[in-house]
Every structure is written in C-alpha cells, then in structure tokens.
T-cell receptor, first 114, second 114 residues
Framework: AAGVIQSPRHLIKEKRETATLKCYPI?????VYWYQQGPGQDPQFLIS???????DKGSIPDRFSAQQFSDYHSELNMSSLELGDSALYFC?????????????FGQGTRLTVV | AQKVTQAQTEISVVEKEDVTLDCVYE???????LFWYKQPPSGELVFLIR??????QNEISGRYSWNFQKSTSSFNFTITASQVVDSAVYFC???????????FGKGTRLHILP
C-alpha cells in the first residue's frame, strides 16, 4: 500500500541557507501535518493543511513557511537555517481534517545544519 | 490543555519477559483520541493503535495489548514475550476532537536484551 512519501530523506545545509522539504500524502488523503523532532525529543506539531488551506498552527518559527498544493502535496520551506533546526521532520497525512483517523507518518527527513 | 506523560524514560528487560509501558494523559475534552507509535532506530514513526474516548475496550493484537482506563486517565501498553526487535522508542499520544495536532509524550526507550 502507498505510504506518505517525504523527500529528501537526508539533507545537509549550512547556517543561513534555505531548505525545502516535500511531502506526498497517501492518495485521497486531503490533510497534511508537519512535525519536528529534535534529537532525543518527542515530535512537536508545526502546522497542518486541509484542502490546501492552513488548518492549524503550532510552534512554527517565522522563518518557516509551508503550503499545500492542488495535488495535495505539501512543502515546508525553512530559511535562515540555524544549528537548532537540525532535526527529523515528519509529515503525516489523513483523510479528514482531524487526526482521529489514523495519521500515517512518512519516514521523515533528517535535516542537519552545519 | 492536553498533556501526555510517560513517566518511564527508559526500560530494559530480558528477551521473552513481559513489559508494560505507562501512559497518563490530561484533557478537558470529552471526545479525544489516544495513540501509540513505535520509533525504531531507523527513525520512522510506526502507527500501532488508535483509541477513541468512548471505547474503553481493551485490545490485543498478537503480542501487543492495550489497557485504556478513563477513570485513571491511563492508556498502558503491554508487550508479551518481548523480542529484540521490539527495541525502540514508544510514544503515547493524544488528540482532542476539535484540534488537528497530536500531542506526544516524551517517549519510553525500550531495550530488549538477548
């Protein structure tokens, strides 16, 4: 069965650079969530989209922005990268705007800022 | 406010022993959803179970079982006859019905020793 696809799987950037992470939800899923998991931490909710509109927002820095496109894939744009942005970034998708269905997570993108 | 507490930071057991991971949650909502996820060393988040607040039936899936008790706000997870492949970080998580995000506990790192 198709799962949530994230790309790239690994990314190394220098401080102050920009990074773009991509998420392709499970087919027919219209809701996408982004989470950030720092080393040894639990995943923290960043932002979510339902039908291409932002539906909820967590502790996402102003340097980060995200959007969901007409094909439901989503991109997380991160600018002026800082060392503290090094983390595992997960995307999840579901077939409703609330994660009361199973929220399926992608394998994550490991971002390292040097 | 929603909160998930996993008091056990790290547990080590010998293979074939049973082990229970504790999870206590806080929410003011009457409708909410509880999850368990497994995060193996490879990093992905593997969905294990979802429970809604109206379903207090315990569930068993192979060697895994879950005990949901609203009276104590707990959703504990037991692995029977543990195996080395069960070694991972396990996250308990909560989502209230009216919000998008899933709130994770800090996780319990489980070591199964051969």
């Amino acid at each position: 069965a198709a799962g949530v696809i994230q790309s790239p799987r690994h990314l190394i950037k220098e401080k102050r650079e920009t990074a773009t992470l991509k998420c392709y939800p499970i087919p027919r899923h219209d809701t996408v969530y982004w989470y950030q998991q720092g080393p040894g931490q639990d995943p923290q909710f960043l932002i979510s989209f339902y039908e291409k509109m932002q539906s909820d927002k967590g502790s996402i820095p102003d340097r980060f922005s995200a959007q969901q496109f007409s094909d439901y894939h989503s991109e997380l744009n991160m600018s002026s990268l800082e060392l503290g942005d090094s983390a595992l970034y997960f995307c999840a998708s579901s077939s409703s705007p609330k994660p009361n269905t199973e929220a399926f997570f992608g394998q994550g993108t490991r971002l390292t800022v040097v | 406010a929603q909160k998930v507490t996993q008091a056990q930071t790290e547990i080590s057991v010998v293979e074939k022993e049973d082990v229970t991971l504790d999870c206590v949650y806080e929410t003011r909502d009457t409708t909410y959803y509880l999850f368990w996820y497994k995060q193996p060393p490879s990093g992905e988040l593997v969905f294990l179970i979802r429970r809604n607040s109206f379903d207090e039936q315990n569930e068993i899936s192979g060697r895994y079982s879950w005990n949901f008790q609203k009276s104590t706000s707990s959703f504990n997870f037991t692995i029977t006859a543990s195996q080395v492949v069960d070694s991972a970080v396990y996250f308990c998580a909560l989502s209230e019905a009216q919000v998008d995000k899933i709130i994770f506990g800090k996780g319990t790192r489980l070591h199964i020793l051969p």
